[in-house]
């Protein structure tokens, strides 16, 4: 049966000797990330295991924060520029401004799984930095649009470049951690983009000042100055971030090999697949779980996405203000956000959390579809914003702990993620000028994203229970019978083997 690992834990020491040696055992010994061309994995004290991932920690999360920051920055600032005069200076009239956000996320979908299926072919410390200077330069054009098509254009653009990084470094992280780790890393991550939520407001008012100059309105230089600083995060990024745990410079040959070993028996007994073979393609495509949880990421993307600064600008406060009113729901956020992670990778799950997130979004979806004061209504924002943005990395994390097999499990992300965004072009939609301020459509189109995680998650839940169980008394079955598997079986298996076991 698969163990549950948690950081510094004693049976991950005591078992390193009895892995290795299964390793030499096996008739088909394979190599599983370079791990034939490193020492054995050493045997480490809790107190040196924490601070091996304090270590890599360190390296690995400042930068990749810095460039989610920046990607969530980027895409949403035309928020931040529709108060600066976007919409008056290029004439977006009617659904011209809806459409631009809308044609944003169409590319940004359809880009996500090709752009995994290249990120271990073209290395992680030249694909995530590359991409994100490519889109540091649209973004920086993007000031410069004369009309409504350039604008389109460039949006088009901007998800085509953004659509690699968020899949790619969730997947990326899971090539580094074990699965009961994963959620505080991603939530760290993702923090990025609820800090990003609280600085673009504060960096909106700054750089409206700058309105006027060079013959520029404000919302030319939100685009150009945060593009250049895309820029700058991207090129810094290509001498930051590293590969793969088996070639990282910065970590002793001991150290690599004991994160190998960690991340090869981290779910299964006898090491994942980690080849690509067109038949994880497919079974990414054709495993149920996927497409349950797309549902499950929409119920949640969906809000997120909603919160925008329209529903604060339909409060009647001036631009300044409803700027800075932004800030502290996305303070907030963050702090609920990093609670959350960490409770959920001690306790080694995934799924109370993301109804927690659940029914605070309904909590704050409920207070502003109704005809409270503004000061009630706002109140709510602060539900609806850390209920969605706390939730969304435990949503993330839990796939990528539930699907085994390197390349199965980079597509399988890259779908729940890429299909799932589509709620997001949904969401920049629904909340129209002419509904303000109640915004009776937007908030009922977020509330039925909501109730659809409150089908959603439960049957996830009740699924893998019954299929655990199910394992529980076949592995029985298989002692009293005597049945065996080859390893090559087990491997080919991944996630359907009987010693595999689901995360709740």
């Known amino acids: 049966m698969a163990e549950k690992k948690s950081e510094g834990s004693s049976s991950d020491h005591a078992s390193i000797e009895k892995s290795s040696a299964q390793r030499i055992e096996v008739a088909d010994v394979y190599d599983f990330g370079g791990d034939t061309t490193l020492p054995p994995p050493p045997k480490l004290t809790p107190e040196q295991e924490k601070k091996l991932w304090r270590k890599i920690d360190m390296r690995l999360m400042p930068i990749l924060t810095l460039m989610y920051l920046f990607s969530f920055l980027d895409r949403g600032n035309i928020g931040n520029a529709k108060l600066q005069g976007l919409t008056t200076q290029l004439n977006l009239t009617g659904n011209k401004y809806n459409i631009a956000l809308t044609m944003y996320f169409v590319p940004y979908c359809l880009f996500e799984c090709p752009a995994n299926l290249v990120l271990k ?63 505080f890393r991603v939530g760290i991550f993702y923090g990025g983009a609820t800090v990003a939520g609280a600085f673009s407001g504060l960096l909106a008012f700054a750089i409206s000042f700058m309105s006027g100059t060079d013959g520029m309105l404000g919302w030319s230089w939100i685009f150009i100055i945060e593009g250049i600083a895309t820029v700058a ?60 949880h797309i549902l499950i990421y929409m119920s949640i993307i969906g809000p997120l996405y909603g919160i925008s600064l329209s529903i604060i600008n339909g409060f009647g406060f001036n631009t300044a203000i409803s700027q800075l009113l932004t800030v502290p729901p996305y303070v907030f956020a963050t702090i609920v956000l990093i609670v959350f992670a960490i409770w959920s990778d001690r306790i080694q799950k995934r799924s109370p959390f993301i109804l927690a997130g659940l029914i605070m979004c309904l909590i704050g979806f409920a207070i502003n579809i109704s005809e409270a004061p503004i000061g009630v209504k706002y109140f709510g924002t602060f539900f609806c914003v850390s209920g969605s943005y706390a939730a969304f990395p435990g949503i993330v994390a839990w796939l990528g702990n539930n699907l085994a097999g390197q390349y199965k499990r980079g597509v399988g992300m890259a779908l729940h993620i890429g299909i799932g965004n589509f709620a997001g072009a949904i969401a920049s939609n629904i909340y129209r000028t002419q509904d303000a301020p109640r915004y009776i459509i937007g908030h009922g189109v977020e509330l039925m994203f909501v109730g659809i995680g409150f089908i959603t998650l439960p049957l996830a839940v009740v699924i893998y229970t019954r299929i655990n169980a199910k394992r529980d008394a076949y592995e029985k079955e298989m002692e009293e019978k005597g049945i065996k598997y080859t390893t090559q079986e087990l491997r080919k298996l991944g996630d359907r083997a009987p010693d595999f076991r689901y995360i709740l």
């Open 121 to 183: 072919k073209f290395r992680p410390s030249r694909w995530l930095p590359g991409i994100t200077i490519t889109w540091g330069i649209i973004m920086t054009l993007m000031g410069l649009v004369k009309n409504y098509p350039q604008l389109v254009g460039t949006r088009v653009v901007l998800g085509v470049t953004e659509a690699g990084l968020f899949p790619g470094v969730v997947y990326y992280l899971t090539l580094w951690y074990p699965r009961h780790m994963l959620q």
């Open 233 to 292: 995060v991207g090129i810094l990024a290509f001498f930051v971030l590293v590969d793969f745990p088996s070639t990282a410079t910065f970590l002793t040959p001991e150290e690599r090999a004991f994160v190998v070993w960690r991340k090869k028996y981290d779910n299964s007994s006898v090491g994942e697949e980690e080849h690509f073979a067109i038949r994880h393609v497919w079974q990414a495509f054709s495993d149920w779980q996927v497409w349950l």
